[in-house]
């Protein structure tokens, strides 16, 4: 993208210059030599010259910089199109010099941004698509649920009650399904910012075995949390105990009767680790690298009414906290979830 307008202007105003004052300068020589003479005549052409020499250096200058700014202009209009991705950047001194440096600079923050809002896009949509596949089948039985008992179609009360049960344990998937997809949306977007502070890990560890306490029980599972009384942790206490309750409520789910679970915890001067621990079925091998996503099961048969996105939000709470999340499993014998946080 080239113009010749500056160019064709400065030869404008340069000669006018030129002209002006050199004929300002041959009156003035006229009358102080008395009339026109050869000496006259040589001074005007050496101003000339020296005019002419000056010139040709300068408009070099110029046409350098004018040049280094139409290949920036030309770079802009290539990625606005969308043509060419962007060039290696040229490291040069002085002002042009910064000019190509915050140019760069400004594109990139500038690809970064438009990156993000697709991926930001692209996630908003599968959330939306995940959330409505995954509402069908609730729904669906709700509805016939509804219609079965408002028609009069099942007179046994007890068969009533049964079908109210069902729909009451919908409701409820549907629910926590909700809660933990909106949850793990604004987590995902950064709309969510982690209040983290140091925190002793014993008491956070205690609340969330109390929150599974009840299924524990019922499910005649044993669960015990060991951790010292010294052991401190940067993070955001309220969503470390949401995360543990998901791995402890998945241990649960996948432990038979009479299981031990356990949650651990230990400190060195690199990291501290907590360790979710179950005596469960196991996940198989190849099954490892999908538990993460998003309504992913490895067993259906284990807890129909389990959403199957836990594991994905404790990932991302993890995560957000500027943590990480392992699994190590074998099959028919154990699966252990550890949370590694770098001091």
Known sequence: MK??????????????G????????AAWLYYALNGWSW?????????LAFALVIYIRIYRIMDGVYGDMENISGIMAELMDGENPLPEEEYREGTIG???TNFYKLVEMLQESRNREIQEKIFLRDIISDI???LKTPMSSLIVFVDLLLEDKVEDREKQKQILNEAANQLSRMEWMVLSMLKLARIEAGAIQFEKKNMMLLPALKQAAEGVQFLVKEREQELSVACASDISLVCDGDWLVEALINLLKNASD????????????EQTNVYTRIYVKDEGSGIPE???PNIFKRFYRVNQAVNPNSVGIGLSLTKSIVEGMGGSIQVKSEVGSHTWFVLTFVQ
């Open 286 to 288: 190849e099954e490892l």
């Open 98 to 100: 910064l000019l190509y």
């Open 18 to 25: 030129v002209a002006g004052l050199t004929a300002a300068l």
């Open 254 to 265: 996948y432990s038979g009767s009479g299981k031990r679970i356990c949650l651990e915890a």
């Open 3 to 16: 113009s010749d307008y500056e160019r064709i202007r400065f030869k404008r105003s340069y000669w006018l």
């Open 132 to 134: 409505s596949h995954q």
């Open 39 to 47: 000496k006259l005549s040589a001074a005007l052409i050496l101003v």
